[in-house]
T-cell receptor
Framework: DSGVTQTPKHLITATGQRVTLRCSPRSGDLSVYWYQQSLDQGLQFLIQYYNGEERAKGNILERFSAQQFPDLHSELNLSSLELGDSALYFC???????????FGPGTRLTVL | GQSLEQPSEVTAVEGAIVQINCTYQTSGFYGLSWYQQHDGGAPTFLSYNALDGLEETGRFSSFLSRSDSYGYLLLQELQMKDSASYFCAVRPQTGANNLFFGTGTRLTVIP
């Protein structure tokens, strides 16, 4: 158990819909990262938040957005969903300057 | 940009040694990491090389050569539970701490 929690574990929805994925980092970790893992694209970095502020952006679509709240939990919002958005979405956290990232169990999103 | 290439699949016998290679093209990075991921599970950290050379952690060792743009993960005394996907990853020198992952290698350990 990495100490990072993600909800829900599974999510099934239809094209065009909007969903919110939730992540709670390890106690004390200020950084939260979101990654997408699909069969054809591998593990891709989406976005990083540090202590409530956006720090880095990767290959995140404009239909996707995220935020980190004062209690440090983070939410990833996916809107106007397409079939290609079906993937595993991981959240990770780490202490500042630490080389290791701790990954949550992931949310499996299926868009029908 | 970044590009990290790994063999897609490797098969090895229980008790043997296997090497998983990672060749990269990157504009600059702080270090090379390795992560293990079992089917349906989350990536878990195995090792990190900030400098050239070999790092050993139990049955796992990792190597980095910046001059050759190359690294590898060495798994010794293979066990069935080592069957998993293995990813190399770099932390680009962008000021952030995000990881850029390689294409991944699926290791199958056979009896």
């Amino acid at each position: 158990d990495s100490g990072v929690t993600q909800t829900p574990k599974h999510l099934i929805t239809a094209t065009g819909q909007r969903v919110t994925l939730r992540c709670s980092p390890r106690s004390g970790d200020l950084s939260v990262y979101w990654y997408q893992q699909s069969l054809d694209q591998g593990l891709q970095f989406l976005i990083q938040y540090y202590n409530g502020e956006e720090r880095a952006k990767g290959n995140i679509l404009e239909r996707f957005s995220a935020q980190q709240f004062p209690d440090l939990h983070s939410e990833l919002n996916l809107s106007s969903l397409e079939l290609g958005d079906s993937a595993l979405y991981f959240c990770a956290s780490s202490p500042e300057g630490y080389n290791e990232q701790f990954f949550g169990p992931g949310t499996r999103l299926t868009v029908l | 940009g970044q590009s990290l290439e790994q063999p897609s699949e490797v098969t090895a016998v229980e008790g043997a040694i296997v090497q998983i290679n990672c060749t990269y093209q990157t504009s600059g990075f702080y270090g090379l990491s390795w992560y293990q991921q079992h089917d349906g599970g989350a990536p878990t950290f195995l090792s990190y090389n900030a400098l050239d050379g070999l790092e050993e952690t139990g049955r796992f060792s990792s190597f980095l050569s910046r001059s050759d743009s190359y690294g590898y993960l060495l798994l010794q005394e293979l066990q069935m539970k080592d069957s998993a996907s293995y990813f190399c990853a770099v932390r680009p020198q962008t000021g952030a701490n995000n990881l850029f992952f390689g294409t991944g290698t699926r290791l199958t350990v056979i009896p």
